[in-house]
């Protein structure tokens, strides 16, 4: 067992268990958390989006030059059209077959499960689904480019019928938008796309600029500016998918795990930064024990190994419980983000008395990574516990319900005196006489 990762096992056997379960779960939302109103951090967002609200194009500009180190006229925010072109036509070929084949994949998928798209009126009251007019996608500027992020909040816009759809993404390579994400927008169908990122491109969508038209709905993910942007201007102004933070990963897993599989699926969470956090619980001893020799083997060979190993120390954990029911318990506790059970032919069991998860991998040739990328359902997840009250994003969360109610004469007679008495009980005049005018004829 490689010494610096034995800190990171431990045993709900152990003195103290639980003192320490409660410390880790409030160090690792006090990183998945966003600063509080009066915070700095939080001044500075509400600073931002005060100069995007009241100045507009100017603000934005200013504050990409500041955060973003790029110089941009209010013109040149939008990529113009043969840039897309353009990037289309030089990926590669290989690739560009790929995300053709995951598009696919997330398009059926969505499909599958829209509820939208109908109307019903039956007895007297019925449903109206409609498609939310204009939809703001945030794509993270990272050092690498994030093609997937692109197709799974776009995707399910586009089954949902949203007609409009603006993405957005900080100006990080070479003063624009990498060509990756470029082409995968033109492939889309999607040609409003902005140069623009951070807590300045959330607040042109929120509020409109001079060049940028106000969005109804904001979606996707970013690092805490954008979250914190996106919480500011949450219902007064649109609505957005959820508060996103740090990538986590739980494995629930027995004896029948492979231990070098559980090990590189904690690292495949480990690599995203150093505050984010892969957790194991298992039954087994013996397996926990293998998985740190894994991580400590796997982890010499990982390009970043050292963010890796610092998230490892400081967020994660192999937790030894005394059987699954306690498992299960502490995975809902949890709530985490992406959910792997690798517990062999009691794996969907298991899954099924679980909860609380943004999205549960159920068996061993599940990683996240199928999820991430593949397998339909959107990577767009809550972390943070939130998992408890939030869901993944879907093709139905692109479409708003408005209710239908149609009485007939003979319908409301029925129903007045039951009606007005109502109304009378809340002192609401006007309502009950609403009612007994029209019985009168």
Known sequence: MSESL??????????????????????????ARLAGADSA????????????????????AKYTKEFDRVDLRPDQFRVPAEDLAQAHASIDRGLLASLRKAIA???????RIFIGGRSELSHGTGIRYTPIRRVGVCVPGAAAPLPSTVIMTVVPAQVAGVKEIAVVSPPRCEGSIHPVILAVCHELGVGEVYRI?????????????????????????????????????????????????PS????????????????????????????????????????????????????????RAVE?????????????????????????????????VQCGDRSREIAGRITNAGAIFIGPNTPVAVGDYWAGPSHTLPTGSRAKFSSA??????????????????????????IIRMADTEGLTAHARSVAIRRRG
């Open 393 to 418: 994003v879907t093709s139905n969360d692109f479409v708003k319900s408005i209710s239908l109610i149609e009485y007939s004469a003979e319908q409301l007679a029925i129903a007045a005196d039951d």
């Open 197 to 245: 990122g951070g807590v300045q491109a959330v607040g042109a969508l929120a509020y409109g600029t001079q060049t940028i038209a106000k969005v109804d709905k904001i979606v996707g993910p970013g690092n805490k500016w954008v979250q914190a942007a996106k919480r500011s201007v949450a219902g007064d102004y649109v609505a957005i998918d959820s508060i996103a933070g």
């Open 41 to 60: 951090e939080s001044r500075t967002v509400a600073k931002v989006l005060g100069e995007v609200a009241g100045q507009g194009d100017q603000a934005v």
């Open 308 to 340: 890796a190993r610092q998230s490892l120390t400081r967020f994660s954990r192999v937790i030894v419980v005394s059987d699954m029911d306690e498992a299960i318990r502490l995975a809902d506790e949890f709530a985490a983000e992406h959910l792997e």
């Open 6 to 31: 034995r800190d990171i096992l431990l045993s709900s056997r152990d003195n103290g268990f639980e003192a320490r379960f409660v410390q880790l779960r409030s160090d690792m939302l006090q990183f």
């Open 105 to 111: 994949n997330v398009k059926q998928y969505q499909q």
């Open 248 to 303: 986590e990963v739980l494995v629930v897993a027995n004896d029948r795990a492979n231990p070098a599989w559980v090990a590189v699926d904690m690292l495949s969470q480990a690599e995203h930064g150093t505050d984010s956090s892969a957790v194991v619980l298992t039954d087994s001893q013996p397996l926990a024990d293998a998985i740190l020799e894994q991580l400590a083997k796997q982890l010499e060979t990982l390009p």
